[in-house]
């Protein structure tokens, strides 16, 4: 199995209710076809770089996952037929994002790395 991740971006049209439904729905869609969900972030609100179907902003929300890789043809294809879904990116990760995507949920790196003591004159 590979380990996969799928950024999209859910029109802003929709209710809070109805984004909970459709993540829900994509994210039960993965695992009933034998996925294995690692990370899951709700990015919210952001305002887009330039307008897809004259929207200035979308509900993003990210997902990393394990799965064979015959999945990530279906799953796209449900994406593409979605309405609500405006982009979507699906990435295959290496050995090296891996291995970063681990660090930063450990708070080794990225924006939630944790700060080392200062290091006293009796520990040097």
Do not use: C
Request: hydrophobic fraction near 30%.
């Amino acid at each position: 199995m590979n380990q996969y991740e799928t950024t999209f971006i859910v029109t802003p049209v929709l209710s809070d209710e109805d984004v909970k439904k459709t993540v829900k729905e994509y994210t039960d869609f993965l695992v009933s076809n034998g996925a294995e969900i690692v990370e899951e972030a709700h990015w919210g609100l952001k305002q887009m770089a330039y307008p897809i179907k004259k929207k200035t902003t979308g509900i993003y929300h990210h997902i990393e996952y394990r799965a064979a890789s015959d999945l990530i043809d279906k799953f796209e294809l449900s994406l593409r037929r979605d309405e609500s879904i405006m982009r979507f990116l699906s990435v295959k990760l290496d050995k090296y994002s891996k291995k970063y995507n681990d660090d930063k949920r450990a708070g080794l790196v990225g924006r939630n790395k944790k700060k080392q003591e200062p290091k006293t004159d009796k520990e040097a």
